[in-house]
């Protein structure tokens, strides 16, 4: 079946520094990819939608100078916060749908950021 | 808008028992709907979905859910809990209409399985 790879799995960082998350289809080409933020106990919230080629959409409220996204290819997203501060601690999930699909979504297994 | 519903944030069952997770939404056309499973500190894995067809849908790990228009209702079951179905389970729709099928999902139901 269909395979995201997300990296890392967790990374702690200093505040101020930024930090790259990426998000790989290994075995497809991801037209749309998608970033989500969960809070502990609480469900996804859609930060963006990434196209490939194209700039990201963003969700209201999510800010795009903080939260960079890049999707230079069909297989690999990447989302870099920059200036990070304590409060962008968070679980970070990455989602791709397959070309040519509607509703086929696989999701990667997250990234833990700790800012300190 | 479509939204989804998930009655419980807590469900706590004994090993052995029926498992039965609440999903309800909102929509003026039947979406599609998921099922996904998620383990500490890690992502969601799909356990079911329904797009068309029969209602009743069968999953993994022994999971179904059925669809039922008339009651806006997607409920997640299995029939004996095992104590590695301790999980959050999330429920999701997507929109088939207006052509982004972006999946909303409900606020999660942590399962709790007691030996």
């Known amino acids: 079946g269909a395979v995201v790879s997300q990296h890392p799995s967790w990374v702690i960082c200093k505040s101020g520094t930024s930090v790259k998350i990426e998000c790989r289809s290994l075995?497809?080409?991801?037209?749309?990819m998608f970033w989500y933020r969960q809070f502990p106990k609480q469900s996804l919230m859609l930060m963006a939608t990434s196209n490939e080629g194209s700039k990201a959409t963003y969700e209201q409220g999510v800010e795009k100078d903080k939260f960079l996204i890049n999707h230079a290819s069909l297989t690999l997203s990447t989302l870099t916060v920059t200036s990070a501060h304590p409060e962008d601690s968070s679980f970070y999930i990455c989602?791709?749908?397959?070309?040519?699909?509607?509703?086929?979504?696989?999701f990667g297994s997250g990234t833990r950021l700790t800012v300190v | 808008a479509q939204s989804v519903t998930q009655l419980g944030s807590h469900v706590s069952v004994s090993e052995g028992a029926l498992v039965l997770l609440r999903c309800n939404y909102s929509s003026s056309v039947p979406p599609y709907l998921f099922w996904y499973v998620q383990y500490p500190n890690q992502g969601l894995q799909l356990l079911l979905k329904y797009t068309t067809g029969a209602t009743l849908v069968k999953g993994i790990n022994g999971f179904e859910a059925e669809f039922k228009k008339s009651e806006t209702s997607f409920h997640l079951t299995k029939p004996s809990a095992h104590m590695s179905d301790a999980a959050e389970y999330f429920c999701a729709v997507s929109d088939r209409t207006g052509g982004s099928y972006i999946p909303t999902f409900g606020r999660g139901t942590s399962l709790i399985v007691h030996p």
């Open positions: 989602s791709a749908r397959e070309k040519g699909e509607n509703y086929g979504y696989t």
């Open positions: 075995d497809f080409q991801a037209t749309t």
